[in-house]
């Protein structure tokens, strides 16, 4: 925290010195950390990130008066900030890889109903937006072996002749 330090002196009689100091208020820049927090909670949004608490909302006049408060330094602004800035990169190349994943999940779909696979549940469904939610909510590993267990699948439906009804459908967790 860096203190604004005043000196005085009162010179006595004696020429005793008497030396005080007074602490200046801290003085944030509330106006732009309220604005950067504002911002970066309507990226949440915009990403469908998820990201819920105090620090994510879009009330400028919370942060701005949270940021107001007498026990709240310059740390803790640089703190909540950061963990906002964090939360959204790890979100936002998380939207990103999810995409790609229901892309891909999409496309099986189509191969699936192409091959005549007859493989159904959640994982073989044609809704992109249902895929996507579903990768947000999960670790990327997961998605990812989700991805892997559809391709093998599919792999192995297509060396089955069409209609072979001895074919037996994995089963999807």
Known sequence: MVRNIIYGAFFTASTTVFVYVAEAAPQHNCAAYASAAVAQN?????????????????????HFNWCQQQNV?????????????????????????????AKQAVSDQ???????????GGPWQLNHSAHLK????????????????????????????????????????
Do not use: H
């Open 134 to 173: 579903w990768c947000l909510t999960v670790r990327q590993s997961k998605a990812a072996a989700e991805n892997a267990k559809r391709a093998n699948a599919l792999s192995e439906c297509r060396t089955i002749p069409f209609g072979n009804d001895n074919k037996l459908n994995p089963v999807n967790e």
């Open 42 to 62: 309507n990226q949440n949004k915009a990403n469908g990130c998820g990201l819920t608490g105090g620090g994510w909302q879009s009330d400028y006049n919370a």
């Open 110 to 120: 189509i191969n699936n109903m192409k091959y005549k696979c007859r493989f159904e």
């Open 73 to 101: 330094g310059i740390q803790a602004l640089s703190s909540e900030d950061q963990a906002r800035k964090v939360a959204l990169q790890n979100c936002i190349g998380k939207s990103s890889f999810c995409e790609s994943y």
